[in-house]
């Protein structure tokens, strides 16, 4: 039997839901004129802002310092700009170009995190300190693979008093009387970042939940095996991010830690037989255990690298390849995943395993549930059950 290799489903959007998809629902349709203007008067969030004006010599200074200004407070989604775009940054500052204003918050007294303008900051911190060369120019094609260090000096000259508008909500700024607790950062950021580049679902779940098990989730998709399998350019948490990592997809839009998730996401959902969205199921997973103590955040990672470790030796190096592919694949990674984690302790077969999965790939309806057709919960779970088939050789435990 021959595949076509685009047959195997990339879930990584996770679209399709199950029957009882969340739907959005009416409540407070028939709300009177005053109930509304009641809420208008008690929602608003109290936004206390000035503005500041950086000339780039004082940002060259102030990025550095971690006290001053955070560039990476935890709900920050990864740099993603490519050296095009980094480039055509530092152009428009040389020919004087207004750049939008960046938003930062005040933490604490005359300390702040940026809220929106990462990006802008990161390229203008990296091009001061000769990180990358311009490429891609348009208007100024004469400096084309020069560094900040090989301008001329009335260029480097020009380009320090060039100026970058913040606006800076201050400390003080708050909702007042809300008993839920809401974190301004959060809602901000999240009405701040709609342009530009959208943030994925997973660039969001890092925005909003964060804590223990997003720091997890961060950590094992630097884990080495987890790299070379998915051929991330190999980096730990909290390093300055190369060129090729830049450049890399799955960093870029975080999906690699949505692998990550989605194994204990899923996992859970088999265990305690939940129903609803996929991605229901993924936020509500994160919402529930953002928080998770040590002891069970150490549980997590156990139980997550003995699959990981286990599996890739099981299939030489090349777990999750369904034939013909050579590539990993995400719906595979999915159901080995679970079901290794879902078996006791045992000893494998490794041939028995390779060949199980190769006649499983043979067959039309056993490829087409290894590879995510239809993209449900239901499909997952059948998924699950048929990989720990595989790796049995009996029917699913």
Known sequence: MNHNPEDTVDMSGWETVDDEEDVETNDGAGA???????????????????????????????????????????YQRRNRWDNKQRSRLIESLLMNIPVPPVFLYERDYNGYEVMDGLQRLSAIQDFLDNKFRLSSLEFWSELHRKRFSDLPDVLQKGLLRRTLSAVVLLAESSRPDDPSGVDVRMVLFRRLNTGGIALNPQ??????????LNDLLLELSCNPVFTRVWDIPHHSPGDEPTDSLRRDTRYRKMTDCELVLRFFAVRDTILTDQRGSLQGILDRYMVNHKTEPLSSIDSLRTTYLRSLVELDALFGGKPFVLPPRTNPSEPLYDALMVA??????????????????????ADDHRYAVLTGKPNTLSAIKERVSLASEILTGQPDE
């Open 340 to 361: 290794h984690s879902l078996l006791t302790p045992r000893e494998y077969d490794p041939e028995a395993i390779q060949l199980r999965l190769k006649d499983a790939a």
């Open 32 to 74: 009177t004129a005053e109930q509304l203007g009641a809420k208008y008067a008690s929602a608003q969030l109290r936004i206390v802002r000035t503005t500041m004006d950086f000339t780039l010599h004082n940002l060259k200074q102030i990025i550095g310092d971690h006290i001053y200004l955070n560039l990476m407070p935890e």
């Open 203 to 212: 660039e969001l779940r890092n925005a909003l939940y964060p804590g223990s």
